[in-house]
């Protein structure tokens, strides 16, 4: 079967795997650079996606130029995704990889939500039963960790899901306009790297080359992860793919053990199976529920 005979929802499920993977990359790759601030670790995140946008954009013989209707869009999605990243790179320099990773991927949670309100999707008892039993899982994850808990940064933690999941929301919202991907991740790096720029200037800490290499290694991933979220959410409804998401977890916690010598608890391995198993639950309901459509067209 040709890539492109693929239905939307299952490419949708595909790019949203291959970003978690990207991302958990990404995060990693950030924790190696060392002790930098987190606005420094913005700006070189975010310049690598620029240029990578900005090539995709010439390549294709897009226009940099957005619809008119569009710009409060790209704002408030650039706003919330700038926001999300500055927490989720505080939350990594300061507590554990894999409780940070979580958190941040409490995101899928808020698209739900945020797709409710604005995108008026509807939700079915199945799809939000197992959507809150993965955030159940989640718990499990999390709450060995909670003991003496850093305040500050699970908060940060927890405000970078939120962040992102608004960014995603309205990135659908985007594409249902028309918008092109590209062009999206372009605005977005622009944006953030013009808001870091002047705390980048003011309190710059010199790196050493191979704080550079993890730092471009970061804008590498996060590139991949960019385009293949955007492309996620372009194909299939949020409450369709979200959850899959949470794969991120599982490629946090393996870069966690290869490079930084982690290893998961019990609660930890209960909260991967329930994540696992409402991800398989919801690829097979979605299965059904397309194949009982057709039957009903036929």
Known sequence: MKILDIPPRYKGIMFIIFSAFCFACMNLFVRLS????SMQKCFFRNFVSFFFAAGVLIKNKQSFKWEKENLK????RSLAGTIGILGNFYAI??????DASILNKMSPFFVIIFSIILLKEKLTLFQGLAVFAAFIGCLFIIKPSFQNVQLIPYASG????????FAYTIVRILGQRGEKGSRIV??????SCLATLPALIFD????????LLMLLGAGLAATGGQFSITAA?????????SVYDYSQIIFATMLGFVFLGELPDIYSIIGYLIIISMAVLMFL???QKGVFKRLQKH
């Open 158 to 165: 927890l405000l970078s899901g939120l962040g992102a999941g």
């Open 204 to 211: 710059f800490h010199p790196m050493e080359w191979w704080q």
């Open 186 to 191: 372009f605005f977005f790096s622009a944006f």
């Open 73 to 76: 869009y790209h704002i408030i």
């Open 233 to 241: 959410y372009f194909n299939a409804p949020a409450r369709e793919i």
């Open 34 to 37: 060392g002790d930098l601030p």
């Open 93 to 98: 320099d300061h507590i554990p990889l894999a």
């Open 285 to 287: 309901y979605n299965n």
